[in-house]
């Protein structure tokens, strides 16, 4: 099979993508194109497939058919079985929250920022047993990177306070500030709103605003608020039993008579 054409620009393709668990299909010919630069946004109701198709994306599964490319290389193809590892995708560029918060009990907000710099790694063992001068120096840049992240999301008072104390909405922008450590091209934002009060949720949209343009990220994100994807994406897609039903810019989609039936309703998305 020839590879599809792609812009110049196109930061991921991913072209009929689908899935099955067992005899579930829960994800069917899924065709999305991200440019470098946009703010995609992906909705539609509970179970839709949504949390699925970004696992697909990152490599927690692979696909049973259908390709996906990474800046115009294919990099997952699931009628070959080809899937790289979560960490060697991450490693690409592609860094992701979850839906339900991934954060280790154990460790301070600083800690959970550094270690995910910790691939960077390049003093050695015997550099991180003796302490070397390198190894020093390395840790000192991860700190203050670290302190950056969470100055720039507004929970840098935290630092060395352990995660699990604090309130929920802090968490989410814990976990959010380790994704960007990685350095990612392309940020995948799952859910990144749930249990936020509506002031925490006008901050974070302005945080979100912030980074894109601060980091120069492309940004794909799912959500169920309304009013944070319609201030954020530039273009929406509706996903129904893991089917696209609708795909536009914000407009279009609060006006499809598709999405509105099987589900945005009477929802107020002012």
Do not use: W
């Given at each position: 099979m020839a590879d599809p054409v792609m812009h110049a620009d196109t930061i991921l393709k991913v072209d009929r993508m689908t899935h099955y668990f067992g005899g579930l299909r829960a994800v069917h010919?899924?065709?999305?194109?991200?440019?470098?630069?946009?703010?995609?946004?992906?909705?539609?109701?509970?179970?839709?497939?949504?949390?699925?198709?970004?696992?697909?994306?990152?490599?927690?599964?692979?696909?049973?058919?259908g390709r996906i490319y990474w800046l115009n290389k294919e990099i997952i193809c699931g009628e070959t079985k080809k899937c790289p590892a979560p960490y060697e995708i991450a490693a690409m560029g592609l860094g992701r929250t979850f839906q339900n918060l991934q954060l280790w009990r154990h460790m301070s907000v600083l800690e959970h920022i550094k270690m995910a710099q910790y691939s960077k790694i390049d003093y050695g063992l015997a550099g991180?047993?003796?302490?070397?001068?390198?190894?020093?120096?390395?840790?000192?840049?991860?700190?203050?990177?670290?302190?950056?992240?969470?100055?720039?999301?507004?929970?840098?008072?935290?630092?060395?306070?352990?995660?699990?104390?604090?309130?929920?909405?802090?968490?989410?922008?814990?976990?959010?500030?380790?994704?960007?450590?990685?350095?990612p091209r392309l940020l995948l934002l799952d859910e990144p709103t749930v249990g936020m009060t509506p002031d925490e949720l006008d901050h974070v949209i302005e945080?979100?605003?912030?980074?894109?343009?601060?980091?120069?990220?492309?940004?794909?994100?799912?959500?169920?608020?309304?009013?944070?994807?319609?201030?954020?994406?530039?273009?929406?897609?509706?996903?129904?039993?893991?089917?696209?039903?609708?795909?536009?810019?914000?407009?279009?989609?609060?006006?499809?008579?598709?999405?509105?039936?099987?589900?945005?309703?009477?929802?107020?998305?002012?």
């Open positions: 010919d899924f065709n999305l194109e991200i440019r470098k630069g946009e703010v995609r946004g992906l909705i539609g109701p509970n179970g839709a497939g949504k949390t699925t198709i970004f696992n697909l994306i990152t490599g927690v599964h692979r696909p049973t058919e991180a047993f003796f302490g070397t001068a390198k190894r020093n120096r390395r840790e000192k840049e991860f700190t203050e990177k670290a302190m950056h992240l969470l100055e720039v999301m507004g929970v840098a008072r935290f630092a060395k306070e352990n995660v699990v104390n604090l309130p929920y909405g802090a968490q989410r922008k814990v976990e959010m500030a380790r994704a960007l450590a990685v350095e945080t979100i605003r912030d980074v894109h343009q601060r980091f120069d990220l492309t940004i794909f994100l799912i959500e169920h608020r309304m009013k944070f994807v319609m201030e954020l994406c530039d273009q929406i897609q509706t996903l129904v039993f893991g089917e696209i039903i609708a795909e536009g810019s914000p407009e279009e989609i609060q006006n499809n008579p598709r999405v509105i039936e099987a589900y945005l309703g009477e929802e107020d998305i002012s």
